[in-house]
């Protein structure tokens, strides 16, 4: 049974600073691999989507990558602001849909003024 | 173009009572998938629909149950309700084929108590 596993639990960082949010998955039989955000009370906003033939992906500030054969990826928040204050989630899928996934339990992230 | 909607947003029900839950999924989108997020076992995938047919379910009782219909909005209905089914249930679209087939839209969901 795949196992997705998010460090760290929560992350305050002082605006600006770059950092690194970590994703360990034990199955590497994936199709993909999801980035999501969580807004308190809201529902989640997909960030970005490595396909598992693939080893990053980028969108304006954040990067992410994936190493299947570890079962590791990393979300890189480049100049970070207090807006980037959220949960981040990672997600695989695998088994019988690519849209079928199994979420890591986040990180919530703080961004301080 | 209207995201994933969700009614209704909130609910309290009692314990051995029933619910229905309503996604409409953005237009055009054929898959509807739906989770449920709870914080002691956080995200978990309940079932996918794809064109009127359950694709693939999670690992739920069968309490918990769900539709398609022609025009792609889904249901999902949870009977006998329990203390432990307290929780925001997610909805989320895709095109279901072809580029940005696996790409999940999430609808804000449905929140769901139980007393």
């Known amino acids: 049974k795949q196992e997705v596993t998010q460090i760290p639990a929560a992350l305050s960082v002082p605006e600006g600073e770059n950092l690194v949010l970590n994703c360990s998955f034990t199955d590497s039989a994936i199709y993909n691999l999801q980035w999501f955000r969580q807004d308190p009370g809201k529902g989640l906003t997909s960030l970005l989507l490595i396909q598992s033939s693939q080893r990053e992906q980028t969108s304006g500030r954040l990067n992410a990558s994936l190493d299947k054969s570890s079962g590791r990826s990393t979300l890189y928040i480049a100049a970070s602001q207090p807006g980037d204050s959220a949960t981040y989630l990672c997600a695989v899928s695998d088994g019988g849909s690519a849209r079928q996934l199994t979420f890591g339990s986040g990180t919530q992230l703080t961004v301080l003024p | 173009k209207a995201g994933v909607t969700q009614t209704p947003r909130y609910l309290i029900k009692t314990r051995g009572q029933q619910v229905t839950l309503s996604c409409s999924p953005i237009s055009g989108h054929r898959s509807v998938s739906w989770y449920q997020q709870t914080p002691g076992q956080g995200l978990q995938f309940l079932f996918e629909?794809?064109?009127?047919?359950?694709?693939n379910k999670g690992n739920f009782p069968g309490r918990f149950s769900g539709r398609q219909f022609s025009n792609s909005r889904s249901e999902m209905n949870v009977s006998t309700l329990e203390l432990g089914d307290s929780a925001l249930y997610l909805c989320?679209?895709?095109?279901?084929?072809?580029?940005?087939?696996?790409?999940?839209?999430f609808g804000a969901g449905s929140r769901l108590t139980v007393l």
């Open positions: 629909y794809f064109s009127e047919t359950q694709r």
């Open positions: 989320a679209s895709t095109l279901g084929t072809g580029p940005g087939a696996n790409v999940l839209t």
